[in-house]
């Protein structure tokens, strides 16, 4: 297996953005300056920040901090967690003389004095007002517990000016207060500005560089405070900021701090960000070519082959020519001639299981490292845990199921459910194996033996089996996993799903393997309220295949223990609204409604479904959908509706 956290060495070709970062850093002309790491949850963000840490720290006379925003997230100003790091850093780390270190500490301690006026300037102006006028006993306690001098000045300013006017209301006294306050913050920012200019340069410090990692996991307010701590206080010469984020994640903490702005929001998000962060550096997703490549050099790297030869390897993805930009830069035949006697069959057989999987890894994970490797951690995991019970499990063979697994849920669920009932040996998933083969392969007969003839198996499996259900051989996704090597026809299927329960459990197995907007999103979508789901459905469009099949399963699993799936608020609705987003789900949406109780359906239902059809493959499965509520015998309202509707499409 390999490990989750950020790569120690490049296996992704990420030199060239590390060559962008580092070229804004180190031009003198360019600071003070702010750098975005930009990229989705698990693109190589860390690692790429890693990367240039690494690099940056070979220059002695230059500071390098790294400040992770969520291990602050419970402090109660994000600003004061942020510089007090900073400075505290710069003080104790650098290499100085006892008396450049003296006046180092002298500086560091006025501005960590600075930092808490700050903070108590948060309180804000109507506290100190209260005190003021009335002695607020809580008032009097928040100051004197936080030994706040500045606030008692400012409020025995407020007292004399009340002695002054005897007539001034509490109206005139808050504007007082507020107008002095901010007057105070302008005047103790640009003395900050000063003296922690006054220590980089005490300090000796030809560079001050700050790493700021994980921002898109803290709350709204906690990444708008960091960013405006950077531009308020931090932002002096010879700085430079490099903050890893996704940039979807930080423009939606825009709108939600700032909703009174006007104008568009995603508008709005865009260019607040922009002010804040002058240089983006976007972290693409990776292409079909560089997954493979990835994912062989995974696989090499856990072979434990000697160092020189994986570094050769590893050269062959970071420093390709040109034209070799885009295509597998490491496969089978390129690691046979580097390995030479250090290729292993084992590793053949895995470099040839990459690339069978790769593109559809590519396309469905929108080449994300991260969930590439996850993946992978699975597969070898399941591998590793049969072998415990003394099973081989077939490694292609349980990819391939994998891939149902992760893309098409309900399909997943429901041959999960058939091989069970047919000895691990369905016999419609042979029967459309061998559809498919003879339609490729126009002339050849059908074969009349054990895989092909079995009949379909009895009861309510017989009305949704796969050889005969064409949502999966008209869903093209699925067509072509049917279609992929290896065949399952005659396979044993049950160990490789006894391996696999933990998806067909709880909910939290499938929260866990979505990215952090898309956890959100499904928090989002489950909340009351029309106003709030239909801003939440304009976000499905932002996730990969992915996780927006996962959303989908995770609302499928809510469905199936709802009572009431006729209410305004079902996560029926819910789900078909979803669908209407992601119109690559609409198979998977008619499989969860064919094994719905038929008892517990709305009779609206039906017509939704024809309006939700648009293409006529769609039609095709809704029509199939409509014939089986129409012979249904336990919902006779359900039953009148499919028949009006199978009439109009």
């Not at 309180?123 to 306690?141: D, E, L, R």
């Not at 054990?450 to 198996?457: D, F, G, H």
């Not at 005659?490 to 490789?496: A, C, F, I, S, V």
């Given at each position: ?6 790569a120690?060495?490049?296996?992704l070709g990420?030199?060239?953005?590390k060559?962008?970062?580092l ?11 702010s750098v ?27 500071a390098?901090?790294?400040?992770n ?12 967690a942020l510089?007090?790091t ?7 780390k650098?290499t100085?003389s ?9 500086l560091?301690?006025?501005l960590?004095k600075?930092i808490q ?14 005190y ?9 306690t928040?100051?004197?517990?936080e ?7 400012l409020v ?8 002054k006017?005897?007539?001034?209301s509490?109206?005139?006294i808050?504007k007082?207060?507020k107008k ?8 103790n ?7 922690f200019?006054?220590?980089?340069n005490q ?12 921002l ?5 307010d906690s990444i708008?405070?960091?960013l ?5 206080f ?24 700032f ?5 568009e ?17 976007r ?7 560089e ?20 570094e ?14 885009l ?23 895995s ?11 590519a ?6 490292p991260?969930?590439c ?8 995991m ?5 072998k415990?019970?003394?099973?081989d499990?077939?490694?292609s ?7 149902l ?22 016999s419609?998933l ?10 490729s ?8 033996n ?8 009895e009861?309510n ?5 796969i050889?005969?259900?064409s ?10 996993w049917?279609?992929s090597?290896?065949?399952?026809s005659?396979?044993?299927l049950?160990p ?5 329960r ?26 009351p ?10 976000r ?7 996780d927006s099949?996962?959303?989908f399963?995770a609302?499928g699993?809510r469905?199936?223990t ?5 209410k ?6 819910k789900?078909l ?6 119109r ?6 008619i499989?969860?409604?064919?094994e ?5 359906l ?15 493959e ?9 014939e ?8 006779p309202r ?7 509707q199978?009439?109009k499409?």
């Amino acid at each position: 297996m390999w490990s989750d956290n950020e790569a120690e060495i490049d296996l992704l070709g990420f030199e060239h953005l590390k060559g962008a970062v580092l070229s804004i850093v180190n031009d003198k002309n360019l600071l003070p300056a702010s750098v975005g790491i930009y990229g989705d949850w698990g693109s190589g963000k860390s690692s790429l920040m890693k990367m240039v840490r690494e690099e940056l720290e070979k220059d002695k006379e230059i500071a390098v901090i790294s400040f992770n925003g969520w291990l602050f997230e419970g402090y109660e100003d994000a600003k004061t967690a942020l510089i007090g790091t900073i400075i505290e850093e710069i003080v104790e780390k650098r290499t100085l003389s006892s008396e450049a270190k003296t006046e180092a500490k002298r500086l560091g301690f006025r501005l960590l004095k600075k930092i808490q006026v700050f903070r108590l300037l948060s309180i804000g102006a109507k506290t100190a007002s209260a005190y003021a006028i009335g002695g607020s006993p809580v008032a009097g306690t928040v100051l004197a517990t936080e030994g706040a001098s500045y606030l008692s000045e400012l409020v025995n300013t407020a007292s004399e000016e009340i002695q002054k006017s005897k007539d001034m209301s509490i109206e005139d006294i808050d504007k007082f207060l507020k107008k002095e306050t901010e007057n105070n913050v302008r005047k103790n920012i640009r003395e900050f500005r000063k003296d922690f200019a006054d220590l980089i340069n005490q300090t000796k410090i030809k560079t001050l560089v700050v790493l700021i990692d994980d921002l898109d996991r803290c709350l709204p307010d906690s990444i708008i405070e960091t960013l405006e701590a950077i531009k308020l206080f931090l932002f002096v010469p010879n700085t430079a900021f490099v903050i890893g984020a996704d940039e979807r994640l930080v423009r939606y903490a825009v709108r939600r701090r700032f909703p009174e702005l006007p104008g568009e929001k995603t508008e709005v998000g865009q260019d607040y960000l922009e002010k804040l962060v002058q240089y983006p550096v976007r972290v693409p997703p990776l292409g079909r070519a560089e997954i493979e490549s990835y994912i062989n050099l995974l696989f090499t790297k856990k072979e434990n082959v000697p160092a020189d030869k994986f570094e050769e390897a590893r050269r062959c993805v970071t420093e390709c020519s040109p034209k070799d930009l885009l295509e597998v830069r490491y496969n089978h035949g390129i690691a046979q001639k580097i390995l030479g006697q250090n290729f292993t069959a084992e590793l053949g057989n895995s470099l040839a299981l990459a690339q069978r999987i790769a593109p559809v890894l590519a396309a469905g994970l929108t080449g994300n490292p991260r969930q590439c490797k996850r993946f992978l951690n699975t597969l070898v995991m399941r591998v590793n845990m049969a072998k415990t019970k003394k099973i081989d499990l077939n490694p292609s063979i349980l990819a391939k199921l994998m891939l149902l697994e992760r893309f098409y849920t309900e399909s997943y669920r429901q041959l999960a459910r058939i091989q069970g009932e047919q000895g691990g040996k369905p016999s419609e998933l042979a029967l459309a194996e061998e559809s498919l083969r003879r339609e490729s392969k126009p002339g050849i007969p059908e074969e009349k033996n054990e895989k092909s003839s079995s009949s379909v198996s009895e009861g309510n499996s017989q009305q949704i089996s796969i050889g005969q259900n064409s949502e999966w051989l008209s869903d093209p996704g699925l067509k072509d996993w049917i279609e992929s090597d290896p065949p399952l026809s005659g396979e044993d299927l049950r160990p490789y799903f006894y391996f696999s329960r933990d998806l067909l459990g709880p909910l939290n197995s499938v929260v866990q393997r979505m990215s952090p907007i898309a956890q959100e999103i499904l928090s989002d979508l489950l909340k009351p309220g029309k106003a709030q789901f239909k801003i939440t459905l304009k976000r499905a469009k932002d996730l990969s295949s992915g996780d927006s099949g996962s959303v989908f399963f995770a609302l499928g699993l809510r469905l199936r223990t709802e009572d009431d799936l006729g209410k305004e608020e079902s996560i029926l609705w819910k789900l078909l609204d979803w669908v209407n987003e992601r119109r690559e789900l609409f198979g998977q949406l008619i499989i969860i409604l064919m094994e719905l109780p038929e008892t517990n359906l709305p009779l609206s239902l039906p017509p939704r479904i024809v309006n939700l059809s648009k293409s006529q493959e769609e039609k095709s499965s809704t029509r199939r959908l409509l014939e089986k509520w129409n012979i249904s015998s336990g919902n006779p309202r359900l039953k009148a509706s499919a028949k009006i509707q199978l009439s109009k499409i």
